[in-house]
């Protein structure tokens, strides 16, 4: 089963992208903040972390930086209601390809988590 890591500090769009995930056989894990997220993933296992960009603690960008320093092969999704192509051209630097606007929608979300894992 693959495990997901979701850090959002909205609790409703974590419990959203959760319901998703877990009724498509997904196990997941929500944190509320980067730092959280951070030191989850550097004491467990996850196949993809789903990430906002605006946290409190450590942002999304800051998160992601650092993810890449030791983990450099971690899929990781980006779900933000602020994107821009400013912003989706640094996150491709970063080897971010799996960018989705807030509001989720959940065929789009569905489909993307899909494309992560083939």
């Known amino acids: 089963m693959k495990r997901i890591l979701l850090a959002d500090d909205d609790k409703n769009v974590n419990r959203s992208v959760d319901i998703l995930l877990t009724l498509d056989g997904y196990e997941t894990m929500s944190v509320y903040n980067g730092e959280e997220a951070l030191q989850k993933l550097l004491q467990q296992k996850f196949d993809?972390?789903?990430?906002?960009?605006?946290?409190?603690?450590?942002?999304?960008?800051?998160?992601?930086?650092?993810?890449r320093k030791f983990?450099?092969?971690?899929?990781?999704?980006?779900?933000?209601?602020?994107?821009?192509?400013k912003l989706i051209k640094l996150l491709k630097k970063k080897r971010i390809f799996h960018v989705l606007p807030k509001p989720i929608n959940p065929v789009h979300f569905r489909k993307m988590i899909q494309k992560v894992f083939r």
């Open 71 to 85: 983990n450099n092969d971690l899929p990781i999704m980006v779900l933000s209601g602020q994107l821009n192509a």
């Open 48 to 67: 993809l972390l789903i990430t906002d960009l605006i946290m409190p603690q450590l942002d999304g960008i800051e998160l992601i930086t650092r993810v």
